[in-house]
Structures are given as C-alpha cells and as structure tokens.
C-alpha cells in the first residue's frame, strides 16, 4: 500500500511539473479513443473513418479546450448522420442543439458527458458512468447523465433500427422521420436511464455519509445495485441482456471507479478522530479522517513548507503578507520618535545659534552609501567616533548638521 | 533590488487577469441591471428556438398520429395548450438565467474590487518605493552649501 501511496505522490507530482504536456496528451488520447468507438459504430462517412482524418482531428482536440472535443465529436456525429440520409442528420442537428440549448449552456464543464458515456458504453463500462458520476460530481450530474444516455441510444440506434429503415425500399421518408426519436426511448433505453438515475443517486448520498469507508460502500453498493437492478428490469420488461456481459463490465466498473477513488480521495480511516467541542451558537461534532501519507509525501511536505511560505496560493493571493516589508526592517530596532524629536531640538538649537550669529556653519553633507541600510550610518556630522554607535544600532541623525552633541 | 512582496502581489495579479479578464473583468464593465436584461435577452431567444426544436421533436414522434388526424384537429386549444406550455417553459428558463446572471455579476464584482485593492496596494508599494529612493538621492549627492568659505 505504501508503495501504491508513493507512486500515486510521484504521479501527482510528475503531472504538476509536467501538465503543459500531460493535458495535450491526455486530450489526444482521449479524442483518438472517442473518435475510434464513434467510427466503428456508425462509420457511414469514409472520409471520417481514414486513420490520418482521426490523428488530424485528435490533434486538433489535443489543442483546444476539453470541450473542442466535445464539439468536434458532435460534427463527427452528425457528419455520420448526414452521410446516412439528410433526415437522419437533421436530427441529429436537432438533437444535440437542443442538449446544448436546454442544458449545457449552463453548465457546458458538463458537456463532456455527451461523448464520454457513448465511449463508456463501446467499452462495455457502462455501470462505471452512473457511479464515477455519483462519486464525482454527485446528483447535480444526473441531468447530463441522461443527456449522455440519450446520446448513447441515438449513437446505438443509428445502426440498429435507422440504417436499415433507410436503406429499405419498402420504408417511406414518413417511417424515417418518425422511426428516430421513437428509436431513442425504447423500454430497453428507458430501464437504463432509470437504473442510471437511481444508481446515482444512491451513490451519491452514500458518499456523503459521515462514516467510514464511505467511498468503497457506495462502490459497492452501486454497482451491485445497477446489475441487480438491470437483471430483475429486464426479466419485468421482457427486454434482452447478456447477464454474463453486464457481470463483466460491471466488474471492469468497480476496478475503474476504485482507480478513480484512489487519485481523487485516499483517507487513512486507522487514524480517524471524534471531536465534540462548542461555541456560544452551536454543538460541534466532527469526524477528522487524515489522509494518507507515506515517508516521501511528508518529505516533500518538509521541502514545499520551507519553498513555499512566500508563494501565495490562490486563495490568499490577495491577502496581505504578515512578513515585514524591507522599509520596516530598515528601521527595525530604531525609535523614530525619539530620534525626530532629538533632531528637532538639535534644529531649533542651530537656528537659534545662526540668529545669535555663533557663527555655525550650516554645512549640510551627504554622503553616498552602498546601501540603504547604512545611510544614516555614513552620515558624517561632526565627530564621528562618539557618535557612532559601535553595537551596531543604526544612529538616526539629522542630515547635515555639523557639531552636533 | 525587487521587492518579493511586491513580486508576488504582481504575480497574483497576472495570474488572475490571464484567467478572468474575459469573464469578470468584462462582465464588470456592466451595470448590473444592463447585463441582467441582456442575459435574459439572450435566454428568451435561446429559449423560443429550444421550445420549437422541443416541439418539432414532438411532431416528429407522433407524425402518423398527427398527419392522420389532421383534417379533424382543433387547432384553437391545441394552440392554447401550446402557448401555455410555452409560457411556463420560458418562466422556468427565465428563472435560471435570472439567477445565474445575478450570481455571475456578484461574483465577478467581488473578483475585479479584490483585483482592485490589490492594484491600490501595489500602487502604494510603488510610491514608497520612489519616496525611499529619493530620500537616497539626496543622499547620492555631494551638496555644499558652505557660506563660510571664500
């Protein structure tokens, strides 16, 4: 375990120095794979389908934001549907404007679950969407969960029951049209949205329990849940699904979710402590659950202390720095008060002197210095040996008044 | 020599103007009535065309049902259903974007015055600076002013 906790460290770290090329990377990797799984189940557009055309548009993802990818696999979509037949791609059209216009404009960090659920569902993942997305985001996720489902039965459909519509002679245009959005809530669609949902939801709050391994409860009891749930819908509905493969997957799901759960949330529940204290306006009750640390992270948590004390975070990057600036420590030690009040006498004793006609010079000397700190230290008024403090305090003098005592 | 406080203040700040300058700093260009009407401009138009894609949707599912019945429709209450389920669709929407713009606003306001004070504070940084520099240029200078002397 500790060996898992230090690569996972040095992981988090190497992408911390390194993110400049890791996130490119990532995006093109997850572009090739999207647009793979997109092409191999509804190729009809052979431009599309071309290795080179797929590395083109992959590095195009690659360089643009998250959801570049998101827009350039919609296109790829649609491009598909219109190569079928022009109505098909109309919807399409239709289909994803309304996505973007009924939800994701709002929240478009979301929109990715249009394209990733697809993916998830070409990989045989599919228990891992509702659950990741529970654990994750929790039930605020449940809206572009079922956006994703609907783009997945139209992806699904297409090859299924449009394709051979539209390639029928005995089909007219009438059974095209309405064939597509009757494709999309079929009762095999419609199990699996409302498994999803639930699923979600339950992870959700079972993540959000104040107890312990909460995390690997809801893993559990997710994916459990969503084949259990599958299985008992199909045998009430009369639909069709290979309960070896959902077994499979779902099992490929727990593995995923627990990789998720490792990078996102790792407590060390050996080491949790119950706090009871209060305050004039509430009992407080609160559960501390450290996380887990080996050696190296609390090395690195020794050197990042000693670097990183000047750097602001984010957070604090506004907020004043308790460090002194260089004008207070220049004058660290030094009563100014006292000095302007010494030089002020000295002032008014030198003026009174000058009207008296002593005779005093008024030389005023100024002297360059090699740095701040030692100006007032190269002042030279007089005799300097007495003057001069030999501890080391800097001796505040009014410039340039000579015979000064 | 650099100020590192200053440093890091101006380091904050660059980091802040390369991530917000096209949402809070724009959005505060804005009083705060004029970018809510234009956000809820936006939405009810977004939303009119969302609500007719929704019902060609609708057409599309039950086209043989509507095209047969065609000849024996009502069209005066079906019409009215209409309106009204636009009505309360557009309500909804409304709502949200209502929402979401006055949130939005508040919280690029509170950005771009935390941007603001500390502009102030570094600008104040930058006088003292020039105060302390030039209380060593006096100093720099060799300056008689001996009356004594013939």
């Known amino acids: 375990m500790n060996g898992l906790m230090e690569l996972r460290e040095r992981l988090k770290n190497f992408y911390e120095d390194y993110d400049f090329v890791i996130r ?25 389908n071309q290795v080179f055309v797929v590395l083109i548009l992959a590095v195009i993802c690659a360089i643009l934001p998250i959801n570049g990818l998101v827009l350039i696999c919609s296109v790829v979509i649609v491009a598909h549907s219109m190569a079928l037949s022009v109505e098909t791609g109309a919807f399409a059209i239709i289909l994803y404007l309304l996505m973007v216009l009924l939800y994701f404009r709002f929240v478009p960090k979301d929109a990715l679950a249009i394209i990733l659920i697809p993916v998830a569902f070409v990989f045989h993942v599919d228990a891992a969407v509702p659950v990741a997305l529970g654990l994750i985001r929790g039930p605020v996720s449940t809206v572009s969960m079922i956006f994703g489902l609907i783009s997945w039965s139209y992806v699904q459909s297409l090859p299924a029951d449009i394709a051979p519509l539209v390639n029928s002679d005995e089909s007219s245009l009438l059974d095209v049209i309405q064939a597509m959005p009757r494709a999309l809530f079929t009762t095999k669609m419609l199990l699996l949205l409302i498994v999803s949902v639930i699923v979600l939801l339950i992870v959700a709050m079972i ?45 490929l799901s727990v593995g995923i979710c627990l990789i998720i759960e490792f990078f996102n949330f790792c407590a060390d529940y050996t080491r949790t402590e119950y706090l009871e204290f209060e305050d004039d306006h509430n009992y407080y009750n609160v559960r501390v659950t450290p996380k887990r640390t080996t050696e190296y992270m609390e090395s690195l948590d020794r050197d990042a202390t000693e670097d990183m004390s000047q750097i602001p975070s984010d957070d604090s990057r506004f907020m004043e ?81 000579k015979n000064l005592k | 020599m650099v100020d590192k406080r200053r440093l890091y203040l101006m380091i904050a700040m660059a980091r802040f103007k390369d991530k917000k300058t096209d949402s809070s700093v724009r959005i505060s260009n804005y009083h705060q009535r004029d970018y809510i009407a234009m956000k809820l401009i936006v939405n009810f138009l977004v939303t009119t065309v969302a609500y007719i894609l929704l019902l060609a949707f609708y057409a599309m599912y039950n086209l043989e049902d509507i095209l047969s019945n065609l000849n024996e429709m009502n069209f005066r209450p079906i019409l009215a259903v209409i309106i009204v389920f636009y009505l309360v669709f557009l309500g909804v929407y409304t709502v949200i974007a209502f929402t979401r713009a006055r949130i939005q606003y508040v919280r690029a306001d509170a950005d771009v015055e935390q941007y603001e004070n500390a ?23 060799d300056y008689f002013d001996d009356d004594d002397e013939d």
């Open chain 1, 321 to 401: 720095s308790e460090q002194q600036n260089e004008v207070s420590r220049k004058f660290e030690g030094i009563n100014l008060q006292s000095k302007l009040e010494e030089s002020l006498k000295t002032l008014n004793t030198n003026q009174s002197g000058k009207e008296n006609g002593t005779g005093d010079t008024t030389t005023r000397i100024y002297r360059r210095s090699g740095s701040v700190s030692h100006r007032w230290d190269d002042l030279e008024t007089g005799d300097d040996d007495e003057d001069r403090n030999t501890s080391g305090d800097t001796r505040v003098i009014s410039p340039g008044r």
């Open chain 1, 207 to 251: 993540r959000k329990l104040a107890s312990s391994h909460s995390w690997e409860m809801s893993i559990a009891v997710g994916s459990i849940l969503y084949v259990g749930l599958k299985i008992v819908g199909s045998l009430l509905l009369g639909v069709d699904i290979d309960i070896l493969a959902e077994i499979f997957g779902t099992a």
């Open chain 2, 119 to 141: 502009l102030d504070r570094m600008n104040r940084m930058y006088r003292e600076e020039d105060r302390l520099s030039e209380t060593d240029d006096e100093d720099d200078y």
């Open chain 1, 24 to 48: 490119p990377v990532f995006r093109f990797v997850l572009a090739l794979i999207s647009l793979i799984a997109l092409n191999n189940q509804i190729g009809y557009l052979e431009v599309l």
